[in-house]
């Protein structure tokens, strides 16, 4: 069982890098889900399966009798869902109102931030609000 | 109890939260926000003074016995981070003041602030790899609003890059944690130091620290995981820009430190080794990529990546005199380079631009400015007798003594060279005269302004000019960080 979920884990790492790699911000959101599920599916296998047991101890008894399925890997893994869950949403509002601003959800095309040698001047003085004279940002890589 | 350790935590996210109250109202939103960071200094100050006296502190959170519960522990390394932590802290709430208008305040910028202190502190308190995790996502959140908070398209541009990057180096080290578990069943610090010792496998040891350093090099801006940087601190206010150059990537170099001095120190032909590697690399493309840039706070956010690698240095020399040199480095350049950022902000309030083009006759109009930016400036490039010199030079005498004289020549090198980025500011904004057929000044400097550049300039002066005490800190802080033993036994109890 660990084996093929550690296979799982690699293939669907292998996935997500692939689409956070494609240069476009609705395939990264993609692979940073598919990531997210990667790392926590490693979690869970990282704290054994051999025990079905759930983690409950007998009344009066300090110790449990018997060995218990381990409760802290999935404890771990809901405090990252949440989290990750957080940044997920703050990701999409964030990748959304770049597409407002920029018109583009293409990676490379993203260079107000840092011109290239041939535009030096663009982005370069500060208070620049959505200045519509400025090209567009989806016009090609500079 | 020991509920001195909260306090740096807790103190933050109240005032976070009694901002949010009076959302809306420039006046009280900024008459609280320094109070809260007044007494978020003094709760610092107070563990610091704490730490110094009587040593380490520890504290189990909800009385669970460690490694069960979440220890929160401060060394000598954590009391000096977050008390630097608080100074930058109050000096950027203190600054906003003059630079944040009511529509970046109605946006949540001081909640997000305050949040951001929070968990700058906690990640630096923490005794616990899950914790760690914790804080560094409340801090990044934190940041992620604090980068794009002005809504402006390079803001986006920027923002994008550093929230892609930094979400893959969260996953990354959420890996390790789930590897480390896997490996060992703990994930108390303390008890991961004596826990790796008994793990058979010590290759994939070997593999999972690989992680952590990427993950952590990420996020401290290393070579080649740098490349974020640059193209996002420049964006927001200055406000932010400070904070960020001043504590984010501090906090990943302080987790390297942490994690490398305390858990992965029995394979340091491996790590150490590419750890050295990597910060001559980080030193000297930090330092070369910065020449070619003109604008004043694009110069000062490469160089960030450049001295992060002296930090890298002196982690990875791994002797006391390495990583006094190492934390000395932390404490003189967080408040260092705050300070750049926020004179940047002050001449671009007076010049109305950052870049050096456009800029000049600072010298001639605005003395005390260029006063404050030659103590700065040239703290940074380590000239005698500011902070920075003592740095360096602790840091070439280990690089020296343990016979690594490439990198020892390396730190020598790059700091000339930061020498001649710093020069290219003074020469282009301070002394060469005012651009011609150029307007009048755009606005005058705010006195909110100068107030905190100026006690920052007075501490850089106090710390060149004194460093004895500062040394003497950093000196106890590397001779814990290279005796884990105590940091084990104050946490487990002696076991």
């Known amino acids: ?142 | 109890m020991n509920t001195i350790l909260v306090l740096p935590v807790v103190i933050p996210f109240a005032a976070a939260a009694v901002n949010l109250l009076f959302n809306g109202n420039s006046g009280r939103e900024h008459r609280i926000s320094i109070l809260g960071a007044l007494l978020h200094f003094a709760a610092c100050a107070a563990l610091f003074v704490r730490v110094y006296s009587s040593g380490m502190q520890t504290m189990q959170v909800g009385n669970w016995p460690a490694p069960f519960g979440i220890t929160l522990a401060a060394d000598h390394l954590s009391a000096v981070m977050v008390i630097v932590t608080a100074i930058l802290g109050l000096a950027v709430t203190v600054y906003s003041r003059a630079e944040i208008k009511s529509d970046l305040l109605a946006a949540g910028y001081y909640p997000l602030l305050h949040i951001l202190l929070g968990g700058v502190s906690g990640a630096f308190l923490t005794g616990d790899l899950f914790n760690l995790y914790v804080w560094f996502e409340v801090m990044l959140m934190a940041s992620f609003g604090l980068l794009v908070l002005g809504r402006e398209k390079q803001q986006f541009d920027g923002g994008v890059k550093y929230v892609m990057i930094n979400l893959f180096s969260t996953l990354l080290f959420i890996t390790g944690i789930g590897l480390l578990y896997g490996m060992t069943g703990t994930l108390n610090l303390a008890d991961l130091h004596l826990a790796v010792q008994k793990v058979d496998n010590q290759a994939l040891l070997t593999a999972t620290a690989a992680i952590f350093m990427t993950a952590f090099g990420i996020k401290a801006g290393m070579f080649p995981l740098f490349f974020w940087l640059p193209a996002s601190y420049h964006t927001p206010p200055v406000a932010v820009s400070a904070i960020l150059a001043g504590l984010l990537t501090k906090v990943g170099v302080y987790a390297l430190i942490r994690i490398f001095s305390l858990v992965f120190i029995f394979d340091m032909a491996h790590t150490h080794g590419l750890l050295l590697i990597a910060a001559v690399a980080t030193m000297f493309t930090g330092v070369l990529g910065a020449a070619g840039y003109n604008e004043f706070r694009r110069i000062l956010s490469v160089h960030i990546v450049s001295q992060v690698g002296y930090m890298v240095l002196g982690l990875s020399l791994f002797t006391p005199l390495a990583l006094t040199g190492a934390v000395f480095f932390l404490l003189h350049n967080m408040i260092v380079k705050s300070n750049l950022f926020l004179i940047s902000g002050v001449s671009a309030r007076i010049s109305g631009t950052f870049e050096l083009k456009q800029l000049g006759g600072l010298y001639n109009n605005h003395r005390f400015l260029a006063l404050l930016f030659f103590v700065s400036a040239f703290s940074l490039a380590g000239f005698p007798p500011l902070s920075g010199f003592w740095a360096k030079l602790i840091l070439v005498r280990a690089g020296l003594e343990t016979g690594a004289y490439i990198a020892a020549g390396a730190a020598v090198v790059v700091g000339l060279l930061t020498a001649y980025s710093m020069t290219k500011i003074w020469g282009e904004a301070f002394w060469k005269p005012e651009p011609a057929g150029k307007s009048a000044e755009k606005g005058r400097p705010d006195v909110w302004m100068l107030l905190p550049v100026s006690v920052l300039a007075i501490l850089t002066m106090v710390i060149g000019l004194l460093p004895g005490p500062f040394l003497a800190v950093a000196e106890q802080a590397a001779h814990e960080l290279t005796h884990p033993e105590i940091y084990v036994n104050a946490v487990l109890g002696g076991k």
């Open chain 1, 1 to 142: 069982m660990e084996t093929a979920l550690a296979f799982m884990c690699g293939i669907i790492a292998a996935a997500s890098i692939y689409l956070m790699l494609s240069g476009n911000l609705i395939r990264f959101i993609f692979g940073l889900v598919l990531a997210t599920n990667a790392v926590n599916l490693l979690i869970f296998v990282s704290g054994r399966l051999a025990e079905t047991r759930p983690p409950l101890i007998e009344e009066d008894a300090a110790v449990p009798a018997k060995a218990l399925a381990n409760a802290l890997p999935q404890a771990l893994i809901l405090t990252a869902i949440v989290i990750g869950f957080a940044l997920l949403t703050f990701v999409f509002i964030l990748f959304y109102r770049t597409y407002q601003s920029l018109g583009t959800v293409d990676t490379e095309s993203m260079r107000i931030a840092e011109p290239g040698q041939s535009d030096p001047e663009a982005g370069a003085t500060p208070g620049e609000r959505d200045d519509t004279s400025k090209p567009a940002a989806g016009e090609g890589p500079a």
